[in-house]
Structure formats: C-alpha cells, structure tokens
C-alpha cells in the first residue's frame, strides 16, 4: 500500500557530496517514522540513519555520524539523506524505508514499507 520512491543517486568522488530523496505515499508520512538503509553487493543492508514523524529527533549508524544528515519535508511527503565527505566504503544500494510507527531506529523489524532503491557509487 506504502509506495516509496527514491532518487539522488548516482556516482560521486570521494570528498564529494549527494541529496537523496524518498517521495512517500499511501498513507499518514506526518505520523510516520523514516529510516534510510544501505546494502553493498554481497552484503547484508545495514541502517544509516533515522528520524522520527516530526523530524524533532534522529539517530544514525556510527558509519555515517558527523558526514549523514537525515531531513524531512511533511508538507512535501518527502524524506532526504544529505551525504558529505562521501567514502568509497558509502558504496551501496541505498534504501528509504518507512516505519510501523511515530518512532523507529536501526532494526529491520521496526520498518513496514520498502523503496526499490537507489545505486550510490563513490569513486576513489
């Protein structure tokens, strides 16, 4: 029912930066919580980030603290990862995902709604 929709990806030097974005719709975005996560080939798919329904609070993997910045628009129904100081390690599928409910963190478990994802590639 949730449709997710990323786009920003696309290939970037190391140093360099990228916006991605999730237009979501389907239901309640203002109610919900949003996560980004990522999955590099042969990998499993690791959390990045996280914000809850208001965007009043956030969390981010270890990874990405200091460089990842997780945003959202609810008027827009959109959610966005600004990535800076970008690493060939930041390499991946990136994934927006949309959560059960108000507030959500890193476990797989807590998200209900999937997008099809967008390549992010980090040259060195």
């Known amino acids: 029912q949730v449709q997710l929709v990323e786009s920003g990806g696309g290939l970037v030097q190391a140093g360099g930066s990228l916006r991605l974005s999730c237009a979501f719709s389907g239901r309640s975005f203002s109610s919900t919580a949003m996560g980004w996560f990522r999955q590099a080939p042969g990998k499993e798919r690791d959390f990045v980030a996280a914000?809850?329904?208001?965007?009043?609070?956030?969390s981010y993997a270890d990874s990405v603290k200091g460089r990842f910045t997780i945003s959202r628009d609810n008027a827009k129904n959109t959610v966005y990862l600004q990535m800076n100081s970008m690493k060939p390690e930041d390499t991946a599928v990136y994934y927006c995902a949309a959560a059960r409910g108000y507030y959500s963190g890193s476990e797989l478990t807590q998200y209900n709604g999937w997008g099809q994802g967008t390549q992010v590639t980090v040259s060195s």
């Open positions: 914000i809850s329904y208001s965007g009043a609070s956030t």
